[in-house]
């Protein structure tokens, strides 16, 4: 079993920054995938972005050098830090994990990352 949990959502104004953090414990070992998704009001669940336990990243493209994901292999923690903030940023926020990966880098596809937290909100106001 796999646990996993997210902090740091809140409400910014446009332009400002949030840093998200996952604690992720349990079954875990390497190789593994890690990803933020999220989900605004009406929409559909979009991949953010994804690191993997050879720390290659990937993002989506949406993202345009504006957020940052990275992990601390130790603690099993992966943070996104999320600059110039939009309100079409605004969404829960979840991270999910999986085991293995696709040839060093990380599972792009949701439907690989079984583990999912509860999701923290993202408020970005104009």
């Known amino acids: 079993q796999v646990h996993v949990v997210e902090s740091g959502g809140g409400s910014v104004q446009a332009g400002q920054s949030l840093r998200l953090s996952c604690a992720i414990s349990g079954d875990t070992w390497s190789p593994y995938s890690m990803a933020w998704i999220r989900q605004a009001p009406g929409k559909e669940r979009e991949g953010v972005a994804y690191?993997?336990?050879?720390?290659?990243?990937k993002y989506g493209d949406f993202v345009n050098g504006r957020f940052t994901i990275s992990q601390d292999n130790a603690k099993m923690t992966v943070f996104l830090q999320m600059n110039n903030l939009k309100p079409e940023d605004t969404a829960v926020y979840y991270c999910a994990y999986a085991q293995g990966f696709m040839s060093g880098a990380p599972f792009l596809s949701l439907g690989d990352y079984n583990y999912w937290g509860q999701g923290t909100q993202v408020t970005v106001s104009s």
């Open positions: 690191i993997s336990s050879a720390n290659i990243a």
